[in-house]
């Protein structure tokens, strides 16, 4: 059965800051279990892992992840049915329209992608809430003389990466939802662009419901 929502009847009165950090979350030694920290999980991932998880389970979820529907996931088309779209399109479509230059994109970059913290270079870095929790899904700007020079979004692990710069100070926002947005004035980038600025921002709700969770 796919799970239609989830809740925690008792929330638990131990505070996340308190507990010890693990690969899934945080260690509760008081009731000596792992706390899997959901907060970043979309309806989606939240539906698959109930429906196949067997057992107990002690998480941290935000409010709003709570006593809602959870969405059913997408069911795509056959691959001919994809094919025969794609085909069906490349013919309306004129031919000239894809010899139009394309503006250049900016890429979310993280570990193992074209601008990795291995290369040492660009800019590059982590978000963190102020428990050392990541913050996914937050926007990072490079802004000079107040207009926006490149933006990424940080990963699942809270990572962002930004190709090389022109050598220079500069003001870097990060802004995220439920986090209070922060500010790096004059931020010197050198020359190499192999500058690494970890931040960290302020959850604005920390105590998130944490305990035992049903699912309905």
Excluded at 18 to 36: I, P
Excluded at 62 to 75: D, E, F, G, H, V
Excluded at 179 to 188: A, I
Excluded at 202 to 212: A, C, F, V, W
Aim: aromatic fraction near 6%; glycine fraction near 8%.
């Amino acid at each position: 059965m796919k799970p239609e929502s989830i809740n925690i009847p008792e929330p638990c009165s131990r505070r996340w800051g308190d507990m010890t950090a693990t690969s899934n979350g945080r260690f509760c030694s008081h009731c000596q279990t792992e706390v899997v920290d959901f907060t970043s999980w979309s309806a989606v991932e939240l539906q698959r892992f109930f429906a196949s998880y067997k057992g107990s389970v002690c998480g941290r979820l935000l409010p709003q992840q709570l006593n809602r529907p959870l969405s059913i996931p997408y069911q795509p088309q056959s691959r001919l049915y994809r094919l025969t779209i794609a085909v069906g399109l490349s013919l309306l479509v004129p031919s000239h329209l894809f010899a139009q230059h394309r503006p250049p994109q900016v890429h979310q970059a993280h570990a193992g992608g074209s601008h990795s913290e291995k290369q040492k270079t660009g800019i590059y870095g982590k978000v963190t809430d102020q428990f050392g929790v990541r913050v996914p899904g937050a926007i990072v700007k490079v802004m000079s003389g107040g207009a926006v020079v490149i933006t990424d979004t940080t990963n699942l692990d809270g990572k962002y990466a930004l190709p090389r710069l022109k050598e220079g100070k500069y003001t870097i926002e990060v802004l995220c939802l439920r986090h209070e947005t922060v500010q790096k004035h004059d931020v010197d980038i050198p020359k190499n662009n192999a500058l690494e600025l970890n931040v960290t921002v302020r959850l604005l709700h920390p105590e998130q419901p944490i305990g035992k969770i049903k699912v309905k």
